[in-house]
């Protein structure tokens, strides 16, 4: 049977201790409650103060890699870039703010007995188990080893970020890349001797286990006790924005770096109430400077043109994840920026997302092979290309762009994407994100939040938008490339053809000879659809080209053609051609020998039609000239 804690002795309570401290620490097996666990050491106390067993510390018999798992998870904080995230984020809970430096170091656990004493370290590791560094952290002189005044008989927990200073990084600049690797290399050294060396500070930002109500008045606790803490500001609201402008004026003062502001919701109990999700607390959030750098390699530059003519290269790179999004493009300003960064294909490129949003590729780190040619001719219109000090410009330069604009808004016109207006274009085209049709596909939130005066919710439509339009009939595919001549009927009659395939096959002769298509169209449909055959394949990989019923050739106008002349009164010209489709007829584009019916409008002006008409008619040709209000009567109008 076994014994009552209160009967065991001194030797018995001892080995229970330890045994109960490896279970825990260990093993991560614990067996009895904590407080159960506390009424043992209880027992011990009053029997032994003095035992060696109530101050051993588990982990300095440990090696090093041993894991320790955190009684409260340590999470990460979620990030935000800009001031309308942090607001949005501050609308979820009620009371101040408090704000302080985010400090690049490492983070750590601090826990300290009921009497105060440091009995164990941990780094965070993946946030539910950690590895103990305890010996480490006692040789990082600005960690307190006790903590007298805040335990007060009650186990607590300090969490804080152990960093390295940059007056001690400095002498190993060039070694190292930043303070935060070393400090994190630093921390976890067998040889806690080797700890020391590196000269470690430590600032405190938690307080777990004491039941006080406020960030601030944690901070303030923790202060008192000694540990150093950062400087924190509580804030209204409406000064969020000012303390970051303070913190940012504020960086090159602090002995450490810093990489943003972290806020937290002041009031403990609506800290409770927010929660977390898997990986953050809902209660806290940093606003950082700037966006994550990453090393990605240069493909190739692309050189996109703007309305005043200046042609910006935009590096294309293997797409690299940085603050929570993939890029794939960046601007690189103007041509001197391309040389000054001494930019080569294949080079590695060391990418930031500026303001955490706009992506910019920083410097090279390591060179690529390829050249990077600077164009001769405006890779939009031929035209030649100045060079005028850093900017290269197309001569051309007032047709060239606004014709690719104009391509661009025909496009979304025609196949119904909406949102895009002329200045939104202008903006995508200039930055080189939306060059071709086909890049309205492969538009992302990052891209569109770049544009001025893009919010959130505008730019979530337009990608709907966009998202609603990727399967397109036929016909309407054909006309939104654009070709002369490929209008609305042209399309259609075209469409009858059954297949993208089958119409891409069509020879000029072919065309010709289809039903009111004469010569001068079919050349310009094949020329304009062989010259779009990139684009066309572009757009294939994207969009789904729905096949569209033949024209019904039976109805009311039982297939017969009709084309319109002069000033219609009953309705525009355009309504007329689609009720002639409507009702199984062909809306024709010229007058030819196989054209059935010319309709000439109530309100005069019929010029040439009619009399290319009349000519083909008298010499017996089936055309028939007929007025609107009998057209009107055919259609039952
Ligand atoms: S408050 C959920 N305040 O940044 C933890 N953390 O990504 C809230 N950090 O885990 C901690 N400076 O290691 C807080 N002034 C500061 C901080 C700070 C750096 C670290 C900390 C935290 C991580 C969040």
Redesign the pocket.
Same mark, same amino acid.
């Not at 340590?74 to 904080?77: D, E, H, I, P, V």
């Not at 302080?100 to 170091?105: E, L, M, T």
């Given at each position: 049977m076994k014994k009552n804690r209160e009967d065991m002795t001194v030797r018995e309570l001892e080995a229970e201790v330890r045994k109960h401290n490896r279970l825990y620490f260990l093993e991560h097996k614990p067996v009895i409650s904590d407080e159960e666990f506390d009424r043992l050491v209880e027992i011990l106390r009053e029997k032994a103060p003095n035992s060696p067993a109530l101050t051993e510390l588990v982990s300095d018999v440990r090696a090093t890699g041993v894991k320790v798992r955190h009684e409260t998870p340590?999470?990460?904080?979620d990030k935000c870039y800009d001031e309308k995230s942090l607001v949005d984020w501050a609308s979820k809970f009620e009371g101040d703010v408090i704000a302080?430096?985010?400090?690049?170091?490492v983070?750590v656990s601090l826990r300290y007995d009921r009497d105060g004493r440091l009995v164990q370290a941990a780094t965070?590791g993946d946030g539910v188990e950690g590895e103990d560094i305890t010996p480490n952290a006692r040789r990082v002189h600005s960690i307190p080893q006790d903590a007298k005044s805040l335990a007060k008989k009650g186990k607590i927990e300090v969490?804080g970020?152990v960093y390295m200073p940059l007056s001690v990084f400095a002498r190993y600049k060039g070694e190292f890349a930043n303070p935060r690797n070393l400090a994190a290399g630093a921390v976890k050294q067998k040889d806690p001797a080797k700890t020391a060396d590196y000269n470690l500070s430590f =600032?405190a930002?938690?307080l777990l286990g004491t039941d006080v109500a406020t960030e601030d008045e944690k901070l303030k606790r923790l202060a008192a006790a000694d540990f150093p803490t =950062?400087e924190w500001k509580k804030l209204g609201r409406e000064q969020m924005q000012s303390a970051f402008e303070y913190f940012i004026k504020r960086r090159d003062k602090y002995d450490f770096e810093t990489d943003g502001v972290?806020y937290?919701a002041n009031s403990v109990a609506e800290q409770k109430r927010l929660g977390a999700t898997s990986h953050?607390?809902r209660f806290?959030i940093?606003y950082k400077f700037q966006g994550d750098s990453g090393v990605t390699t240069l493909i190739d530059v692309e050189w996109s043109v703007a309305r005043t003519g200046a042609i910006t290269p935009v590096a294309i790179v293997e797409p690299v994840e940085l603050s929570g999004a993939m890029v794939r493009r960046a601007s690189l300003h103007n041509m001197g920026y391309v040389r000054k960064l001494g930019l080569t294909k294949g080079a590695k490129v060391l990418m930031m997302r500026r303001g955490g949003v706009i992506p910019n590729l920083e410097s090279v780190t390591e060179p690529g092979k390829g050249k990077i040619d600077i164009p001769r001719a405006c890779p939009s219109c031929g035209a030649p290309t100045r060079e005028e000090e850093d900017f290269l410009y197309c001569t051309n330069a007032k047709s060239c762009v606004r014709s690719k604009i104009a391509e661009l808004e025909h496009f979304v016109k025609t196949v119904g994407i909406d949102g895009f207006g002329d200045k939104l274009l202008e903006q995508l085209y200039e930055s080189g994100i939306v060059t071709d049709a086909s890049e309205f596909y492969e538009l992302t939130m990052d891209d569109l939040m770049q544009m001025e005066r893009m919010g959130e919710t505008l730019a979530a439509k337009l990608l709907k938008n966009v998202e609603s339009s990727r399967s397109i009939p036929l016909s309407v595919f054909l006309q939104s490339l654009g070709i002369r001549e490929l209008g609305r009927h042209a399309a259609k009659i075209l469409a009858g053809f059954g297949t993208l395939k089958k119409v891409t096959a069509l020879t000029e002769e072919e065309l010709s000879q289809v039903h009111t298509i004469g010569e001068v169209i079919a050349h310009e449909v094949v020329e304009g659809l062989k010259k779009k055959k990139p684009l066309i394949d572009k757009l294939l990989r994207h969009v789904r080209i729905e096949k569209e019923e033949a024209p019904a050739r039976g109805g009311r106008l039982g297939g017969k053609s009709f084309l319109f002349t002069g000033v219609m009164l009953a309705m525009k010209r355009e309504e007329a051609q689609g009720l002639v489709e409507e009702q199984g007829g062909v809306a024709a584009l010229s007058v030819n020998k196989d054209l059935d019916y010319l309709v000439v409008g109530d309100g005069g002006g019929a010029g040439s039609k009619l009399a290319k008409a009349k000519k083909l008619a008298a010499s017996g040709g089936k055309v028939k000239i007929i007025e609107e209000s009998e057209f009107l009567k055919m259609i039952k109008l």
């Open positions: 340590m999470l990460s904080l302080s430096p985010k400090i690049d170091g983070a965070r969490r970020e =600032f930002y938690d =950062f972290v937290k953050h607390p806290g940093a």
